[in-house]
């Protein structure tokens, strides 16, 4: 292991380079994530490295490269940030007397090991190495969460990104019984965490591994309520399991294959997916009833969207982010609701591509993969699977020209042919309906837009 990786780091492309420009500074050490990628055969794109100076070195480093520096952190003791690329290159200062002082102060092990850019010397007081070669997530200290406890969610992100990675016993142990400690941490550093894994390739397992000691409920309190509440045929199982088995199918097959001719999926979309999954049945326990005719969540879908705008406001998620999860959310049941109306009008198609707008993909994906998770038989998935083709493919086809219909009068001609004047209220009103007019396909020109108007006028606008 040890060999390995000093062979990957002597042949790194960044690290050739820094090694021939920093020739001057002797104590450069390479700590952390990147020793921990090249010891998972991952190809880093960050850099941490802890020198005496970082000002200095970093003011050097800028010059020769011609690339601007800038600072992270509020303390004094600042962290200088390099961009490159896709990643990027931080420099700070150690902390304590030697660099194996610093690196007893992190959090796991496999990441408390650092080595001289120039003579190769390796600092491994923690036996981080040993960890990485047995895959094993073991903390420096017990007292590793005390001094942070965001460090309890960065071991769950780093079991998502490496699936083979397990965490040691205690360590387990210890998280569990900090976790508490997470609710004082800055919604804004939670976020960002959480981010991470939700755009993780084994996002369902460690999502369900945050249950078994309570961590993920500290984020999502409303998912705890969700265990054992039951739910009617064609499901297969409560609430809380149904969402996590959607999530399983994501993580089996967004990566493999191309659902729903979807090419390809950005962390963003990826993210927003996941957070659809979570929340989209969240509303049931509200909406909970059952007769004689069986268990029913009437509305669910828009208490679901009310509770995701809640919860993602408030662990700090972006705005528009957090808009169009809640919206995903309310509209996740019509797409089977149209799928069942043999008789569904392309109208009802066309509004419901216009109030998904650009989401719409997504949208079809959401509901698949909840019709999936279901109890089906392989023909009704193949069913299924094929009208969201068909209607991805009329998305692809008309989407533009529904979600932003071609502007084909302007105000100031409409207010005329209108008899209007000031009245803009009337305006937008008349204005409304024509572009739902042109959303459902019935007016596609000029001429039809102008005989709308007249129509429009002589039906609401003049006096009888």
């Not at 952190?73 to 610093?102: M, Q």
């Not at 400690?181 to 369900?208: D, G, P, Y």
């Not at 996740?332 to 066309?350: C, G, I, Y």
Request: hydrophobic share 40%; glycine share 4%; charged share 35%.
């Amino acid at each position: 292991m040890k060999r390995d990786i000093l062979a990957k780091i002597k042949k790194d492309e960044i690290l050739l380079l820094f090694r021939k420009l920093l020739k001057d500074f002797p104590e450069v050490y390479l700590v952390g994530g990147a020793i921990r990628d090249f010891g998972f055969g991952v190809e880093p794109k960050e850099y941490d490295f802890v020198v005496k100076d970082p000002r200095k070195l970093v003011s050097f480093l800028s010059e020769k490269l011609k690339i601007n520096f800038f600072k992270l952190g509020r303390n004094l003791e600042y962290v200088y940030r390099i961009p490159l690329g896709e990643g990027g290159a931080d420099f700070s200062p150690i902390k304590g007397r030697t660099i194996s002082a610093d690196l007893k102060k992190r959090d796991f092990t496999i990441d408390s090991i650092a080595v001289n850019l120039h003579t190769f010397e390796v600092y491994d007081p923690c036996q981080g190495l040993k960890d990485l070669q047995q895959k094993v997530l073991r903390m420096t200290s017990s007292n590793a969460f005390c001094d942070d406890a965001l460090r309890i969610l960065k071991g769950y992100r780093l079991c998502s990104f490496f699936p083979e990675l397990t965490w040691e016993e205690k360590t387990l142990s210890v998280a569990a019984k900090d976790g508490e400690k997470l609710k004082k941490i800055a919604k804004e550093r939670i976020q960002t965490e959480l981010s991470k894994i939700l755009v993780s390739k084994n996002c369902a397992n460690t999502l369900k591994e945050m249950t078994k000691n309570n961590i993920l409920f500290i984020f999502f309190p409303f998912l705890a309520e969700l265990k054992g509440l039951k739910q009617p045929y064609p499901h297969k199982s409560d609430v809380l399991t149904h969402i996590f088995d959607m999530l399983k199918f994501l993580d089996e097959n967004i990566y493999l294959s191309q659902i729903l001719s979807i090419k390809s999926h950005s962390e963003r979309e990826i993210l927003k997916l996941r957070l659809a999954i979570i929340f989209h049945d969240i509303g049931k326990k509200d909406s909970f009833s059952e007769d004689k005719k069986g268990i029913h969540f009437y509305g669910h879908e828009k208490i679901s969207s009310k509770i995701a705008k809640e919860n993602l406001s408030r662990l700090k998620f972006p705005t528009k982010i957090t808009n169009e999860v809640a919206r995903l959310c309310e509209l996740h049941l019509r797409p089977l609701l149209l799928f069942k109306d043999k008789k569904v009008s392309e109208t009802a198609k066309r509004r419901l591509i216009r109030e998904s707008g650009e989401d719409f993909p997504l949208l079809m994906l959401l509901s698949f993969i909840d019709f999936s998770s279901m109890e089906r038989t392989q023909s009704e998935i193949e069913e299924y699977y094929y009208y969201c083709e068909n209607m991805f493919s009329l998305y692809q086809d008309i989407g533009r020209e529904i979600i932003i219909p071609p502007k084909l009068i302007d105000g100031l001609e409409a207010m005329d042919i209108l008899g209007l004047k000031a009245k803009k209220e009337k305006l937008g009103n008349a204005l409304k309906s024509l572009r739902q007019e042109q959303i459902d396909g019935k007016i596609k020109n000029r001429k039809e837009a102008v005989l709308f108007l007249k129509n429009y006028r002589k039906k609401f606008l003049d006096k009888k």
